[in-house]
């Protein structure tokens, strides 16, 4: 890293922020949005530049009627978090297929000129629980991801 300094917080415009979704085996889409809060470029070498992001991974899911009709008679979910093990009724579900991409990309300006922040949320593990509901009345999942994101010098 070279001793330039960098601004604390990077100005950025949002070029892309929309949902994605990944369909389940059991048909349920999992709707998922990056959105970028706060961008603080840290440095910059000759990979490009580096930065911290604070953000938020917004998920909705929507099962279909035959599921939640099914779903009917759980209780709701607790309040309290429940261990994902087979034995709390949890059950892995396999990923369908991926409706649309999940990626969100910004722009932002650094010392050396514009960049271009792409954040793509890649989904890799799904469980349900087949004894609770949500309130809207679909099974409960719980998500495993990781973001994969690129700084690009345009």
Do not use: C
Request: proline fraction near 6%.
């Amino acid at each position: 890293m070279s001793d330039q300094e960098f601004p604390r917080q990077a100005t950025f415009l949002i070029e892309k922020e929309d949902w994605g979704s990944v369909r389940l085996a059991d048909g349920t889409l999992i709707d998922v949005r990056f959105v970028l809060a706060d961008l603080v470029i840290t440095g910059e070498d000759l990979l490009g530049s580096q930065a911290v992001m604070g953000h938020t991974v917004l998920v909705r899911t929507r099962a279909l009627p035959a599921l939640i009709k099914e779903f009917a008679g759980k209780p709701p979910v607790p309040d309290t978090p429940i261990p994902m093990t087979e034995a709390e009724g949890f059950e892995r579900i396999e990923i369908q297929d991926v409706a649309k991409p999940i990626e969100s990309i910004y722009s932002f300006e650094g010392t050396h000129g514009k960049y271009l922040l792409s954040v793509k949320v890649n989904i890799h593990s799904v469980v349900r629980n087949k004894r609770f509901k949500t309130l809207n009345g679909s099974p409960v999942y719980n998500i495993r991801w990781v973001l994969d994101y690129r700084i690009t010098k345009v």
